[in-house]
């Protein structure tokens, strides 16, 4: 498990690092790499992000626990609700 984002971003096409560069994560929880693999995404590589309120230490977190499909999910209501 590890915390993962959903990044604020939409587009025709893969990001690019310039294209996430300074991008808020509008959602993010706990899960498993699976929840990238089984849903087709990718790990593109790494960029500086907006973490936000997140706080300092990962004990310090009382959020969700995400299954699979759930990260993809956000991600489509994201871009469905800012298209």
């Known amino acids: 498990m590890f915390l993962a984002g959903v990044v604020a971003w939409s587009g025709e096409k893969e990001p690019t690092v310039v294209d996430l560069r300074g991008c808020a994560i509008a959602h993010h ?41 759930f990260p993809k999910l956000l991600a489509e209501k994201y871009v469905a609700a800012h298209s």
């Not at 087709?40 to 995400?66: M, N, R, V």
């Open 29 to 69: 929880g706990f899960t498993h790499i699976k929840a990238i693999t089984e849903a087709g995404g990718l790990i593109l590589g790494k960029t500086d992000l907006k973490f936000g309120s997140l706080p300092s230490s990962l004990e310090a977190l009382a959020i969700s626990t995400w299954g699979y499909g």
